[in-house]
């Protein structure tokens, strides 16, 4: 069966309409328009991961640093938290594990450009959104413009820039973008009042941020001072019920950027005062596509390696610009010197979250476990900074039949083109439901027509069609496009697709797609990768590799688990426990070396594990083996308190499916 596009139709870009951007003395510059966001004057795809350097270890920063590198990640995106800094009213805490600056000047080390996440308010899944509790005592409006909260603030940034003075774009530093405040979606005076403050402090960036969504017709902000950025989610934790979800229409090549607006975009429609953000404006940006989630007590989903990829695919391929991961790396909360520092129902939230554990099962775990969507993702990130050039211009071309959700049979595609070249986007995984096999796929872009392929499996692919390299025209290629080294082309054997490519008008079929095979024509080099072995390639600072899969796997600590006739003290109160005494019951652990993780392959609802009688490690069971370093257990008195599985919360991993 043939399947065909909607027509094609040039957007006009718009340039110079927003109070962004930025070109420094040498030339180098980042600029946003319309459609697409320009460095040193060439269209450009950001990769931004989130990597909460407070949650990790300072003398590991640099190694998790060099692992987001190596998965694609050019931005690394964090966010301040003003309760981590001055948990104490005036007493400013910017050491050790929460040294702003040496954390950004090691991402300028490696080559990473930062997005700073200034507040003050941040969320995060911390303790009053990452406002001190001293703060909420003092009877301001807060996130108003409230003259004592915007004082309080104005101190606050300047502490903050204290810390990264000079490392801006502007001086030659890694700091290329800010982002005011966060999900505050009817406060535009407040926003724009903010960014204000920021500026007459010294901070001076081209790419300001607010978040877009969380209202039905867009935030409410000043439109020409701030880029809006966007996420998707594949659950939702935060929920206070133990449902599931109906199928996400994340999943489905839908190009409606605001979550809580569905369908609203596409209309000229806008509230009684007569406000629309005019998404036409701005480039499709994101800065929370979840390549994870936290669990929270009542509501533990997993997410599948599928998930994320193809969340973060369907994206791309509906025409995001600046590509955004929350969370990329996950962490450990710390406990403050006055409460834990964790979001709970206590300080006002939905849902209790765990007090340490910010594992967020995302591509780099709590303790730097590289997971299968970091090596899923990876596969499109590669394609994004070797030829992103080239995508952002192309505009997204629906299908000719938009296909929902909760369709189980039609193929879900789409393209981005300029009107001749372009990639068309396959996916075929929904989340908690089964899509049936197409057979006898056609595509046809209305300039080039691709052979009969099958789409089968859960699989989620991009095909390039009349891609102009190195003076040679690719008509269309049945393979997944990874990167370019020299006059050489790299892409990976799509499970179930044959790879054939046909250049300069010679088809060329490749056989056995599960070894490595090199074709010529010409100058021009075609490498096919069995789709299993790209898994594992890389490129870095220009060079393209195979990383051994050896080192990416996880080093296990033998476990063993004794029971326990007794519950130790603890030293923090007992109101912070999440066990909460019921059921409780007590193992106690211990390990014959401190390297490595050990693998705790036990079911229970929530646990903590207790050395030396400090709490070191909790976990809300989510249906997966806990991981946790062996060093936290090493030549201690450790014990793992837990309460036994719990049958009403919401769980959805499936061992059977995974």
Known sequence: MEYGFKEYKKAEIKRNHLNLGQVRE??????????????????????MGEF??????????????????AGGITTVAFYVFWIYHEEIEGQYDFTGDRDLRYFVELCQKLGLTVMLRIGPWAHGEVR?????????????????????????????????YEQVQGLFFKDGGPIIGIQIENELVDQCEHLGKLKEIAVSIGFDVPIWTVTGWDRLYGAKFPV????????????????????????????TFNTIRNDAAIGVD????????????PYEDYPFATCELGSGLPTSYIRRPYVAPMDAYALSLVKLGCGNNLVGYYMYHGGTNKLGALSTLHESKATGYPNDYAILNYDFMTCIGQYGQVRDQ???????????NDFGDILAPMEHVGSQTFVEADDADSLRYAMRTDGHSGFVFINHHQRSLKLNDVKNVVIDTGSVKFPQFDVQGDVAFILPFNLSFAKHNIEYATAQLLCKYDNTLFFAAVPGVKPEYSVDGKVIAVDDSTNVSHNQVGDLTIVTIPWEVALYLRKVDGKVFVERKINKEICHTNLMIEDSVYIPELDYPEEFSVCGGKELQCKKLSVDSPDGL???????????????G???ADCYYYGKPWEVPASLIYGKETYMVYTPVNKEIYMDYDENLQ
């Open 224 to 251: 020409k001072e701030f880029l809006p950025v966007f996420g998707g989610y594949v659950d939702a934790p935060w929920l206070d019920h133990t449902k599931q979800l109906p199928p996400s229409h994340h999943f």
């Open 26 to 47: 040498d030339g180098r510059s980042y600029q946003v328009n319309s459609l697409y966001l320009e460095k040193d004057g060439k269209p450009w795809i950001g990769i």
């Open 128 to 160: 009053n959104g990452g406002f001190p509790d001293w703060l909420l005592k003092k009877g301001y409006k807060l996130r108003t413009n409230d003259a004592g909260y915007l004082e309080c603030v104005r101190g606050w940034y300047s502490k903050i």
């Open 598 to 612: 050990v693998s705790i392959n036990m079911e229970f609802d929530v646990a903590q594990i207790i050395a030396d």
């Open 52 to 69: 909460h350097f407070v949650r990790y270890p300072r003398s590991d920063w640099e190694m998790e640093l060099a692992k987001m590198k």
């Open 374 to 384: 970091y090596k899923l993702c990876n596969l499109l990130h590669m394609f994004i």
């Open 266 to 277: 596409l209309i000229n429609e806008t509230d009684d005062e007569g406000w629309r953000l």
């Open 614 to 616: 400090k709490l070191v």
